[in-house]
């Protein structure tokens, strides 16, 4: 299933569109032609397709709203050598490589992890564990929910995107958070070296989080000197 994106700022780059788009489901294909008029995002199927529709209309990316439009029948036609590589590439990202863990954000400050984990429980997904950010024992708004393998992980995102909680309607996507094993290996520092350290390298922050989230997060436990958040050439921080 294929959507049409209008109104793109001229510094988005089709990885930008890949990033985006990305968060609910596997994108087959993103063209972008070099005058930035329109863009094609072709979808693995029609509910991450759907997902990304509802989500992503008029969203204010780089400070201009996307304009969506469902793109006519036929319009992206590949042979089936490609259609069958694709279709390989696809189970592939989903059975091997997919994280096990769900972004929740926009939850309602009172919703509770037990609530969440009911909620979850319903669809019988298999075992999972459920976290809220907290700031102060406050919620964040935003959370995870770890599932035992990437195909409940998945399904949970299928079943319940934009579901009411509380409501709030939820935005769910993958978690870009990286295992143990895919991480590369590095030598370690000594204790004394963290000791004497004051800087802190934190990970695995949602793209949506702000600088200034992070220093609310953080100055409860003392005075922050500085906060940095490295950027990429599309303006995202890393």
Known sequence: MTILVKNIPYTTTETDLEELFGHYGVVYKVILPPNKAIAIVEFANPEYAQNAFKALSYYKFKREPLYLEWAPSGLVQEDEETKHKQEEKSAEIEMDQQTKTLFIKNLNFETTEDKLQKLFEKERLGKMSVKIVRKNQLSCGYGFVEFESPEFALNAL?????????????????????????????????????????????????????????????????????????????????
């Open 158 to 238: 299928k079943k319940l995107q934009h579901i009411i909680v509380d409501g709030h309607k939820l935005e769910l996507s993958l978690s870009q958070r990286k295992t143990e094993a895919n991480e590369p290996k590095k030598k370690r520092r000594s204790n004394m070296e963290f000791e004497n350290s004051t800087k802190i390298v934190v990970r695995n922050i949602p793209f949506e989080a702000t600088k200034k989230e992070i220093r609310d997060l953080f100055k409860a436990f003392g005075e922050l000197k500085t906060v940095r958040l490295p950027k990429k050439m599309s303006g995202l921080h890393r």
